[in-house]
Structures are given as structure tokens and as C-alpha cells.
């Protein structure tokens, strides 16, 4: 299992897993440092030097790191000899990790203060660093998972929200928290169906189209969020022209943070793979974007979208 160098505090008395490098081979794998040989800072530096940006861990050892980072996450999105980028790497792995759990489990309570503490730092991060949003998205994990997914729309929802001006922590944490949960009508969809590489039945299909329902019921009487995070998870499928799910609103009838989520959670679904297609060209997305403007999608916040992802580092 690959685990981004990002992660490695050596003053950390938790810290005690073997570490392997890749061979020249690609199935083999080196032994770098055993547990016996706790890894130095000097060792780090060597390994950025060199271009190193990750080692491997046992996949046994899966749990004993995820509870790691967990604890020493603070630490890490702290320390400032650590590049941003790679930071928030391992803020978006842990995000992953805590919503694929709370996802499986289907618990509200947990998901949503899941959601609350990983928006919180999420929209802190992203407010203290100045990351260009193409260093963001080669970064980012592109599959078909909706702990993936969420994670990737948490990223990006406060990338737009800055570039449309937003500025306020609070209001940043509440489109990121928001972001984490659009989905949460998903968990108790069947994989098969999720993943279902052919054409939908009209019962599946009415099952997908269901969920951003399914989704503002379970959350719609939970006091600690927002009408704004409600109707990220509601309307993040309506349209501009009223061609959308669940109940064809359109225009200024749809929230400005649906709309805003709309754009992102579409970006991300056309930049990763499914089941059912693989990922598109960055700029063949863009450009499907720019087609959708005002017809789908809020123009402004399009043009916004688009010109944040034209930014070079």
C-alpha cells in the first residue's frame, strides 16, 4: 500500500511499521526501513531530494497506519517543510478513509460529524495555501467510488467558492461539509447498481435519481446544518433549464450552492473513471462545461470554474 512520505513524522512514538521502496520491478518491493529503525528527518530530506514523494507499507498494516495519520493529521497539515500539495494529499486520503467507514456503516450521526470535522479542515487548509487548482486535480484520486467523489467535490467546491470571492472560514467550511454530504443518498444503493457498466433498468434508473431525495430526507431535520448544505445534497442535479432531477426547478429557483456543486460534482464525474465510461481529457470536459453554460450549469459560475483550472503553477 502506498503511503505519501507527507505522512511520516519521525518525533511520533506511533510511528513503528516496516517501509518498502519499489524495485526496478514493479510487482517488487525493497525493504527501506524496518520498525526496529524508526525513519529521521535526515532521511526525508534525502527522499524529497531525490523526488520521492512516497514509500509502501504491508497491507496489514492498513489499520495500524490510517489510525496514525488520524491522530497526527493536525501536526502534518501544519508542517510547513511539507509542500501544500502533498498535504493535502494525505488531508484528502483521510477524508477518503473516514467517509468510506462511515459510508459503509450508513450511521447519519457519524457521517455527518465526519463531514463537519473533515470540511472544517478542508476549508482551513485550502484558506491558509495558495494551490493552483491543476496542481489540485492531478493530485486527486479519478475513480468510481462516491467516498472518492465527495472527497474530490469537497476539494473543488471550495476552490470555485474562493473564485467567485468567498472569503469567510465559516462560509467556506459550510460549502465544504456541504460538498462531503451530497451524495449521502447514495449509501443503500446496491453496488451492482452504482457500478453497473450496461444500461440502466427504469426501476435502477429511478433508484439513482432518487438519491439527492433520499439524501435531503435523512439530513433535512438536523439542526447543525445549513439550507444551503441541504440544497447542495437536493439540487445538485437540477438544471438551469429545468431539465433536471429531482423535481425539474430551474433557473434562479435553484440555490446558489447547488449550483455551485453542480458544476464541480459534474467536472469530477467526467475527469474520473466509472464503470460505465472512462475519464475524459480535462480540456474535452472543460469544453462540455462551456457548452452546458446557461443551459445546465450557471454560466458565471462556469466561466469562474474555467478560469481557476487554466491557472499554471
Known sequence: MAIPIATLNPSSECWDLNLFQRSGDANEFVLYRSSEYP??????????????????IAA??????????????????????????????????VTQDNLRETFDEGEMNDTVETSREMGRLTA?????????????FTMLNHDFHTFTHSANVC?????????LGVSDRDKLEEIAT????????????????????????????????NHPTVGFRRLCRRKELSWGQLMMVYQHHERIDGEGYPVRIGGDEIHPLGRLCAIVDVFDALTSDRPYHRRRHINEVLEYLD???????????????????????
Open 39 to 56: 525513519i529521521t528527518e535526515e532521511d526525508l530530506e534525502k527522499l524529497r531530494d531525490r523526488g520521492t514523494t512516497k514509500l509502501y
Open 60 to 93: 496489514d498494516d492498513q489499520q495500524s497506519y490510517q489510525d496514525y495519520v488520524r491522530e497526527n493529521l493536525g501536526e502534518m497539515l501544519q508542517n510547513e517543510q511539507v509542500p501544500p500539495i502533498e498535504r493535502l494529499s494525505v488531508l484528502n486520503q
Open 124 to 136: 482551513d487548509f485550502l484558506s491558509r495555501t495558495d494551490l493552483v487548482a491543476q496542481d489540485v
Open 155 to 163: 476539494s473543488y467546491s471550495v476552490l470555485l467558492a474562493q473564485g
Open 178 to 209: 456541504g460538498a462531503l454530504l451530497h451524495d449521502v443518498g447514495k449509501i443503500g444503493i446496491p453496488w451492482s447498481v452504482l457500478t453497473k457498466p450496461d444500461r440502466l433498468t427504469p426501476s435502477e434508473r429511478e433508484m439513482i435519481q
Open 291 to 313: 457548452r452546458e453554460a446557461g443551459r445546465g450549469l450557471d454560466s458565471g459560475m462556469v466561466k469562474c470554474w474555467m478560469s481557476i483550472m487554466s491557472k499554471k503553477s
